[in-house]
């Protein structure tokens, strides 16, 4: 009985420095976050490899830090909707920045909608495409892809691959899930394992817009470096569209 | 939605089927060999219940990948894995091993090992005692092993989008479908009788596995 007592206490020991050890670690984080203004930033994922050269720059000079966060912009705005900490977020449509509670918002760069193949395979035709990896139709590339399909007067294929974002479906090309996608330029040009088969023309589908919002002061001075010259200038670089 | 519920019971049916077999033999092995090296075996079988799933779902992919000799050999011969719905099955079968394998061992485990002795000792050899004492024997318990790898298949996730990716009516899964309505604006009244769905085919799962070891003990006359 004793030995019972004993261990109950030992127990109970473990489990109070536990719970002192978590709400230290907790807020270690919450200051650290405010004493550095850390800057979380949220990016639809064709954005992933100019966001990460963008914010590593601008962190190297500013001495702040930048958290990305990359995903599908559908997918974003839920969880911002849903309360997730965001001071800027760039969606690849427009529209997921609506409902949210933005400070500024402006309309930044523009893309080209593209269809791949693995590099190694023949052209494919856009009426007699075996399978297609597509994004969800909430995913602003799927809705752009679905779009150029139906003003072109195609019917998506029987065997449909779906990718919860851009790169999931640049990704099921590149791995030979299908035998064609749909994606972005830039997308297509940052894979060595595919190649673009065709270039959907601009007027068959909704014109692709990379919008940003501001939804926290701490984003402000993220925000505004996204206005500027030189950072228009990587992100043409990198492939994209610069809107004047 | 009704398509990720079927595609969902003949991928854990047929990871099932698959899965349950290899899985007798191994669980007879570790049970019967005095192999030095044996904990080999036990630590190999028991991989997939810790790795991250979509360690064992890349390492899958690696193997099966149709830009690979082996997988683009698999797709020559009409048994195309990757990114089909074999590969969903595999993916569940895969992750249900262990959980079979640990529950056919508890099962072969609760026999009077004497009887294993009394059978080699009258003439028979290890596979021929196996074949007509372990398993007339156990089959309740192999069978609750069944069942219980076939709940941890219908839970497959991560392996499942690795390899299988996410293609309706062939290997959108439940969980997969969940996962993608998570996202699709209005998609959360569409969750309702999927998330429904899977609570009670595993509570039905866990029933059933729960009968068939209580009559496995009461074959053996444990439970008296």
Known sequence: MLQVQSIRAKVCRVGAWSALFLAVSCTGDGRDKRGTQTVDVFAASSLTDLMNEIAGQWSAQSGRAVRLQFGASSTLARQIAEGADADVFVAADPKWLDGLPAEARFDWLSNRLVLVVARDAPDVSLSAIESLALADEQVPAGRYARAAMGNLGLTLPARIIYGSSVRDVLAKVSQGGASAGIVYATDAAIDRGVRVSYTFPPESHPRILYAVAVLAPQGRDFFDLLHSDGVRAIAARHGFIVLP | ?224
């Open chain 2, 1 to 224: 939605m009704n398509s990720a519920i079927w595609v969902s019971v003949t991928v854990a049916s047929a990871s099932t089927l698959l899965s349950v077999p290899p899985a007798v033999f191994v669980a007879w092995y570790l049970e019967k060999s005095r192999w030095p090296g044996r904990w080999l075996v036990g630590t190999l079988v028991m991989l997939p219940l810790v790795l991250p799933p979509v360690v064992v779902g890349y390492l899958l992919l690696r193997t099966f990948s149709p830009r690979g000799a082996f997988g683009a050999f698999l797709a020559e011969v009409g048994l195309p894995v990757a990114f089909h719905w074999l590969g969903a099955v595999i993916a569940a079968a895969v992750a249900g091993f262990p959980f079979a394998v640990i529950s056919v061992g508890l099962a072969m485990k609760a026999i009077d090992p004497r009887l294993d002795r009394i059978s080699q000792s009258l003439g028979r050899s290890g596979m021929a005692t196996f074949w007509r004492v372990t398993l007339p024997l156990c089959w309740p318990g192999i069978l609750a092993g069944g069942a219980i790898a076939f709940a941890r298949g219908l839970g497959e996730f991560g392996a499942t989008i690795v390899l299988a990716g996410r293609i309706p009516g062939e290997t959108e899964t439940i969980a997969l479908k969940i996962y993608s309505e998570l996202d699709s604006p209005g998609g959360e009244g569409r969750i309702g009788l999927l998330v429904a769905t899977s609570v009670a085919l595993c509570i039905a799962c866990v029933l059933v596995a729960r009968a068939l070891d209580r009559l496995h003990r009461r074959r053996l006359e444990l439970d008296r």
